[in-house]
Nanobody, 118 residues
């Protein structure tokens, strides 16, 4: 499984961004059952921001983004999105997409920088 992210950038506080993560692979994408996003700010540990599960479509968010971020998935396109609204400077980080398959193998994207200026 290969994951390619897009949509990062430099925005001002209060703005919105949408990150995309497209999964590809020779038939392997059908084995993905969880996709989500982590982020890592300078000097901080990587934290999971949001996750979405196939089938149920259930989602979870870290408390700091609840009500501002929305994760969604287009199964036909094998793509997961992270809509980020009301961005804050503390959201500045490199955002990484990930996918877990049915054998609990985790795949990572290359990361995309999100910078929010005050």
């Amino acid at each position: 499984v290969q994951l390619v992210e897009s949509g990062g950038g430099l925005v001002q506080a209060g703005d919105s961004l949408r990150l995309s993560c497209a999964a590809s692979g020779n038939g392997s994408t059908s084995t993905i059952n969880v996709m989500g996003w982590y982020r890592q700010a300078p000097g901080k540990q990587r934290e999971r921001v949001a996750v979405i599960r196939s089938g149920t479509g259930s989602t979870n968010y870290v408390d700091s983004v609840k009500g501002r971020f929305t994760i969604s998935r287009d199964n036909a396109k094998n793509t997961v999105y992270l809509q980020m609204n009301s961005l804050k400077p503390e959201d500045t980080a490199v955002y990484f997409c990930y996918a877990d398959d049915v054998w609990a193998t985790r795949y990572w994207g290359q990361g995309t920088q999100v910078t929010v200026s005050s």
